[in-house]
């Protein structure tokens, strides 16, 4: 007798439980955003660093979507990851299906050039990337270099 390498039940030929993304496409998904093959364009008019300690959601150039908890600017875990075919996946089965994926937490560098968000407790320049720190607030560094 084999068992799935999944959890979940088979019915009528479906495997009932089984989430509906894979963990080789979601894999393949967050390397192609490292690598850039896939662009993040956050959703809404807001910087994803000015959302702070919430959820951030993008549109990524693939067609698929990703929703990243931003903790304290820090980038804390993936909520939601949906796919161009409308296929979907929320955090709790991600933690109970593929805890490798759950752990994943790219570099801080990463986390900036790709997702906008700047590291623990820090700012950034949109256009230029220097941190910007209390006694250089974000307008007067705006006009030191020209963002």
């Not at 979601?26 to 959302?51: C, K, M, Y």
């Not at 752990?103 to 949109?126: D, K, N, Q, T």
Request: charged residues 25%; hydrophobic residues 35%.
């Amino acid at each position: 007798m084999w068992t799935l390498p999944w959890p979940g039940k088979i019915f009528l030929g479906t495997v009932v439980g089984m989430p509906e993304i894979s963990n080789t496409e979601i894999w393949e998904f967050l390397h192609a955003i490292e690598s850039g093959g896939v662009v993040l364009t956050p959703d809404g008019d807001r910087e994803p660093q000015e959302i702070y300690a919430s959820n951030v959601a993008y549109s990524a150039s693939n067609g698929w979507r990703i929703v990243v908890y931003n903790d304290a600017n820090e980038w804390d875990y993936i909520d939601e990851i949906v796919t161009a075919d409308g296929r979907r996946i929320k955090y709790e089965e991600i933690a109970t299906s593929f805890p490798d994926i759950e752990a994943y937490v790219p570099s801080e560098e990463m986390s900036w050039s790709r997702y906008r968000i700047p590291g623990y407790l820090r700012f950034r320049c949109p256009a230029c990337s220097s941190e910007i720190t209390r006694s250089n607030t974000f307008e007067k560094h705006k006009s030191e270099c020209g963002a």
